[in-house]
Every structure is written in structure tokens, then in C-alpha cells.
């Protein structure tokens, strides 16, 4: 495909960047990549000009996964591209210019474990998110 002579194999590093994007799968690899080389913020480097950040896909991990379905940004439990797709189109009514531009804040939550997986009075009271949260509605 594309510019790959004809017979020629997929190298390990490009399996490894795409992995399961043919079968429907989350391609975080990929969209983390993008989302470094097209946004341009401070954590993200924007080398690429050409890049409209509009257009980007959230880079899921199970962290955002999980966040994504404790604050309805989907209903999907399975993390594959139409999981991305949705989160991503709700994220886009927040923001339709840069609409990953959350993805960093919804990953860190679940990382620093300020997010946790079940109910925790203690973490989720001082919440900010808590009137969104679906542990708490």
C-alpha cells in the first residue's frame, strides 16, 4: 500500500507505531505522534504546520478510556478507532478548533491515580470534575 513497492513487508517499527489500526484497534501510537508533531502547545512540540489540529484523534489508553466513560464522553467499553472517533466527537464540542487538547489533563488523572476506579469518597469529594462523574450521578 501507498508507496511500498509491491510484496515489500511492513518494517517492525511500523507494526510496532500502527499496531492493530487495520483491525479497527485504538492506533495510539500513531495518534500520540501526531498529536506531538501537529499541536502546538507546550507539551507538544508542532513541527508539522501542516497538521490542523482540528482533525486529530485522542491517543487512548485505559486511562482515558476509563475517564472518558466515568465523565460520558462515550459508552463504548471495548478500545478500539470507534471508541476514539467518539470520545474525540464529544471532546469536539468542547473545543472544535483543538479538541485533544484534553488529552493530557484526562491521562494524568487516572496516572496520578486521582482518578480512581471505583467510588472513592475521600479522592472523588474534592473532584472538581464530581458534577460531570458518573460515580457520582
Known sequence: R?????????SAGYNHLLSGSEKGGSAKRMNMFLRWMGRRSDIDLGLWRFVDPA????????????ISIYLRLTD?????????????????????????????????????GNCPSRRDARKCAVCPLQPACRHWN
Do not use: M, N, Q
Open 2 to 10: 501507498g508507496l511500498r513497492p509491491p510484496g515489500a513487508r511492513r
Open 55 to 66: 482533525r486529530l484523534l485522542i491517543p487512548l489508553d485505559t486511562h482515558i478510556a476509563r
Open 76 to 112: 463504548r467499553r471495548t478500545p478500539g478507532l470507534a471508541t476514539v472517533r467518539e470520545i474525540t466527537a464529544s471532546l469536539r464540542v468542547l473545543d472544535p478548533a483543538d479538541p485533544i487538547k484534553y488529552d493530557f489533563a484526562l491521562c494524568r488523572l487516572g496516572i496520578a
